[in-house]
């Protein structure tokens, strides 16, 4: 085997796991937005799940508690968000901006104690034979168990919004929520129950960086993914599939990013380090130039106020 | 939502337009109370240290007009773009460009400069700042993409492209290879307005904005253009304002003024470039635009207060030994009970069963 094709598996694996993050957090996001509600807080909720996905991890030494205390803390951060906008009525832009900024503060505040803490590193599947294949074996079929839940979560996703009963009335109440309560849907528990699930999700993206990608607590562990995800959002059209192809995209720049020092270009590495976030701008606009595409896929209520009396 | 109600008022109220910062401002104190009580301080003496103990010095006062700087400068232009519902998240970035650019010059005529220099690097510092928010505005306008996240992913371009020049061409020749530059020379220092403090001639820039912002929003007719569009986007093309102007405008002044802010810092305080410039000046800022009332004169009063919320921090961790966190959580905390309170300014809370349905809110 040569040399080059030595590197494939590795850089392979490398970008399934950097794409992971994103797509728990841009799914959940993409579920949010159907129902039609924007929460702009995906970096916080990202955040505190990291910071409580470790602690819990470190204490009772369990990762498997630590995924489950992440997605909870995400759950409850999205809850606030909830309680504000959907009950309280309050401005969906504003009040997400404010739960990563209050994210990013109440995280430092819990991850003091855990900074520079190490943790046993999440044991990798085995599958006998399959992960001994060569070149794609260990990136296929040897990675942590939350890199296949994510990547299990797409179709999962699709499936729910489009092929049952209770997709159908989410996606009623993103595009018209008037109608869908004047047939006498719970639009506000449905889209409770929507940001809820958005929450974990990001939670999970969270833990899965503290307790598996990196793993280590450092403060504002996320840098930026949060953002990166929604934007996904935007990329993906609002459709589980492309969400998958954003992430893979991000993965890989995240990737080549760490491996072009290592091919001997000559770039120094603060400037490297503007890649994914430059990667997300262009992305960004090669997307949002065709408007009517996003009209067309957009959830047509996104964004706005619902009150049942008003 | 059977017992407790809300009942669209007929007008907004205009008492609780008022009410709800303080309200807001009464709960963030009472959940700190319970906060320190849960993390084992003593809650009153933690309180005192966080928001009393700064107030009670000329130094501390100056301090405090030296945060509120950055704060107001930056939220002023965040709040003219919020009211035309262009979301300019940049600030941080911008800031962070003003003060690449502006001190840049600083580094750049070292040794070579004259009355000269200080002018020329307030507007490099400004046209930096416009120039990072023109990214966005271009990208908006041209191709439709939200200016929320271009300018966002912009912040950590912004961060980490000082980084790359604290690494490199700004750095300090003779510092061992401490990522710092040079300290600016007198040259290049803005001068101090309060002997014995740190309140430095960016502050009156601040005033000045605040001033500005308020002419420009209650007497001028773009004024006029930025509330019609942000409040009825249709009525607004009906009129046939520019919307893309008012795009390219709000983001550029708010650009410019984090510029301002960004520049302030670092020929103001800090006196050289280092990595750390900003403590979140630009998101804070966020917040204080909202407290403000995306009112120039709320946003005055909003600014002392968050730059309270910065010192009261350091104090606090001085005193008690409380993690400088903190300051985040509390900023936080604010602007969620700012937002939840702002519910009682449309609508009214009834106990029972619903009754009589109230007429729709305007």
Same mark, same amino acid.
């Given at each position: 085997?040569?040399?080059?094709? $030595? %590197?494939?598996?590795?850089? /392979? !694996? =490398?970008?399934? @796991?950097?794409?992971?993050? +994103?797509?728990?957090?841009?799914? *959940?996001?993409?579920?949010?937005?159907?129902?039609?509600?924007?929460?702009?807080?995906?970096?916080?909720?990202?955040?505190?799940?990291?910071?409580?996905?470790?602690?819990?991890?470190?204490?009772?030494?369990?990762?498997?508690?630590?995924?489950?205390?992440?997605?909870?803390?995400?759950?409850?951060?999205?809850?606030?968000?909830?309680?504000?906008?959907?009950?309280?009525?309050?401005?969906?832009?504003?009040?997400?901006?404010?739960?990563?900024?209050?994210?990013?503060?109440?995280?430092?505040?819990?991850?003091?104690?855990?900074?520079?803490?190490?943790?046993?590193?999440?044991?990798?599947?085995?599958?006998?034979?399959?992960?001994?294949?060569?070149?794609?074996?260990?990136?296929?079929?040897?990675?942590? $168990? %939350?890199?296949?839940?994510? /990547? !299990? =979560?797409?179709? @999962?996703?699709?499936?729910? +919004?489009?092929?049952?009963?209770? *997709?159908?009335?989410?996606?009623?109440?993103?595009?018209?929520?008037?109608?869908?309560?004047?047939?006498?849907?719970?639009?506000?528990?449905?889209?409770?129950?929507?940001?809820?699930?958005?929450?974990?999700?990001?939670?999970?993206?969270?833990?899965?960086?503290?307790?598996?990608?990196?793993?280590?607590?450092?403060?504002?562990?996320?840098?930026?993914?949060?953002?990166?995800?929604?934007?996904?959002?935007?990329?993906?059209?609002?459709?589980?599939?492309?969400?998958?192809?954003?992430?893979?995209?991000?993965?890989?720049?995240?990737?080549?990013?760490?491996?072009?020092?290592?091919?001997?270009?000559?770039?120094?590495?603060?400037?490297?380090?503007?890649?994914?976030?430059?990667?997300?701008?262009?992305?960004?606009?090669?997307?949002?130039?065709?408007? =009517?595409?996003?009209?067309?896929?957009?959830?047509?209520?996104?964004?706005?106020?619902?009150?049942?009396?008003? | 939502?059977?017992?407790?109600?809300?009942?669209?008022?007929?007008?907004?109220?205009?008492?609780?337009?008022?009410?709800?910062?303080?309200?807001?401002?009464?709960?963030?104190?009472?959940?700190?109370?319970?906060?320190?009580?849960?993390?084992?301080?003593?809650?009153?003496?933690?309180?005192?240290?966080?928001?009393?103990?700064?107030?009670?010095?000329?130094?501390?006062?100056?301090?405090?007009?030296?945060?509120?700087?950055?704060?107001?400068?930056?939220?002023?232009?965040?709040?003219?773009?919020?009211?035309?519902?262009?979301?300019?998240?940049?600030?941080?970035?911008?800031?962070?460009?003003?003060?690449?650019?502006?001190?840049?010059?600083?580094?750049?005529?070292?040794?070579?400069?004259?009355?000269?220099?200080?002018?020329?690097?307030?507007?490099?510092?400004?046209?930096?700042?416009?120039?990072?928010?023109?990214?966005?505005?271009?990208?908006?306008?041209?191709?439709?993409?939200?200016?929320?996240?271009?300018?966002?992913?912009?912040?950590?371009?912004?961060?980490?492209?000082?980084?790359?020049?604290?690494?490199?061409?700004?750095?300090?020749?003779?510092?061992?290879?401490?990522?710092?530059?040079?300290?600016?020379?007198?040259?290049?220092?803005?001068?101090?307005?309060?002997?014995?403090?740190?309140?430095?001639?960016?502050?009156?820039?601040?005033?000045?904005?605040?001033?500005?912002?308020?002419?420009?929003?209650?007497?001028?007719?773009?004024?006029?253009?930025?509330?019609?569009?942000?409040?009825?986007?249709?009525?607004?093309?009906?009129?046939?304002?520019?919307?893309?102007?008012?795009?390219?405008?709000?983001?550029?002044?708010?650009?410019?003024?984090?510029?301002?802010?960004?520049?302030?810092?670092?020929?103001?305080?800090?006196?050289?470039?280092?990595?750390?410039?900003?403590?979140?000046?630009?998101?804070?800022?966020?917040?204080?635009?909202?407290?403000?009332?995306?009112?120039?004169?709320?946003?005055?009063?909003?600014?002392?207060?968050?730059?309270?919320?910065?010192?009261?921090?350091?104090?606090?961790?001085?005193?008690?030994?409380?993690?400088?966190?903190?300051?985040?959580?509390?900023?936080?905390?604010?602007?969620?009970?700012?937002?939840?309170?702002?519910?009682?300014?449309?609508?009214?809370?009834?106990?029972?069963?619903?009754?009589?349905?109230?007429?729709?809110?305007?």
């Amino acid at each position: 085997m040569s040399a080059e094709l $030595a %590197l494939i598996g590795p850089i /392979l !694996a =490398a970008m399934l @796991a950097a794409a992971t993050p +994103l797509l728990f957090a841009a799914l *959940g996001e993409l579920v949010v937005e159907k129902s039609g509600v924007l929460n702009l807080g995906v970096e916080g909720m990202m955040l505190v799940g990291a910071v409580c996905g470790f602690a819990v991890a470190v204490q009772t030494g369990s990762s498997t508690l630590g995924f489950v205390a992440g997605a909870a803390a995400g759950a409850g951060m999205a809850a606030l968000f909830g309680v504000l906008t959907l009950l309280l009525l309050a401005n969906q832009v504003a009040t997400g901006l404010a739960l990563t900024l209050f994210g990013v503060g109440l995280s430092a505040l819990i991850g003091q104690g855990f900074v520079g803490i190490p943790i046993a590193d999440v044991p990798e599947l085995y599958i006998p034979g399959l992960t001994d294949l060569p070149v794609i074996g260990k990136a296929l079929f040897g990675q942590d $168990a %939350l890199v296949y839940l994510a /990547l !299990a =979560a797409v179709p @999962a996703v699709h499936w729910f +919004l489009y092929a049952t009963r209770k *997709g159908l009335i989410l996606r009623a109440v993103g595009e018209n929520h008037a109608a869908a309560h004047a047939l006498g849907y719970k639009v506000i528990r449905i889209r409770f129950l929507a940001v809820l699930f958005g929450g974990a999700m990001s939670g999970m993206a969270g833990a899965f960086l503290s307790l598996d990608y990196t793993p280590m607590w450092a403060e504002g562990i996320s840098s930026g993914r949060g953002w990166i995800a929604l934007a996904l959002v935007v990329f993906a059209t609002w459709k589980p599939g492309r969400v998958l192809l954003g992430a893979w995209l991000f993965g890989g720049v995240t990737i080549a990013q760490l491996h072009v020092q290592g091919l001997g270009i000559d770039i120094p590495s603060q400037l490297l380090s503007m890649l994914p976030y430059l990667a997300t701008v262009v992305v960004l606009v090669v997307i949002s130039r065709d408007v =009517a595409r996003i009209r067309l896929n957009a959830p047509a209520s996104l964004g706005k106020v619902f009150h049942p009396d008003a | 939502m059977t017992l407790l109600r809300l009942e669209p008022r007929g007008e907004a109220s205009r008492a609780m337009v008022y009410a709800t910062p303080l309200l807001a401002v009464a709960l963030t104190l009472a959940s700190g109370f319970l906060l320190f009580w849960a993390m084992g301080f003593d809650p009153v003496k933690a309180l005192h240290a966080f928001f009393i103990a700064p107030l009670l010095s000329l130094r501390g006062l100056g301090e405090l007009a030296v945060k509120a700087t950055p704060l107001v400068l930056c939220a002023i232009g965040l709040a003219i773009g919020f009211r035309a519902n262009v979301w300019n998240i940049g600030a941080e970035g911008q800031l962070t460009l003003g003060a690449i650019t502006g001190g840049g010059l600083a580094l750049a005529f070292y040794g070579e400069g004259g009355w000269w220099l200080l002018p020329l690097m307030i507007v490099a510092g400004m046209a930096g700042g416009a120039l990072w928010a023109a990214i966005p505005a271009f990208l908006r306008v041209r191709f439709n993409a939200s200016e929320i996240l271009t300018s966002l992913m912009l912040n950590y371009v912004a961060l980490h492209l000082l980084n790359y020049l604290m690494h490199g061409p700004y750095r300090d020749p003779d510092g061992f290879a401490f990522p710092e530059s040079r300290l600016f020379e007198a040259d290049a220092v803005l001068p101090l307005l309060v002997a014995g403090t740190r309140v430095h001639l960016g502050s009156l820039f601040a005033l000045l904005a605040v001033a500005a912002g308020w002419f420009l929003m209650a007497r001028t007719f773009i004024g006029f253009q930025i509330k019609v569009i942000g409040l009825t986007p249709t009525a607004a093309g009906y009129a046939g304002f520019n919307q893309k102007k008012i795009i390219w405008l709000t983001l550029l002044l708010s650009g410019a003024l984090a510029g301002l802010a960004g520049l302030g810092e670092v020929a103001g305080p800090i006196g050289q470039m280092n990595p750390t410039i900003s403590p979140g000046y630009g998101y804070t800022a966020i917040i204080v635009a909202f407290l403000g009332r995306l009112h120039p004169v709320g946003i005055l009063l909003a600014g002392f207060l968050m730059a309270l919320s910065f010192i009261g921090g350091e104090a606090a961790q001085i005193a008690l030994g409380l993690p400088k966190a903190i300051t985040g959580v509390f900023q936080g905390m604010l602007l969620f009970f700012l937002l939840a309170t702002d519910v009682l300014i449309r609508y009214r809370v009834r106990f029972g069963a619903k009754g009589i349905v109230g007429r729709a809110a305007a």
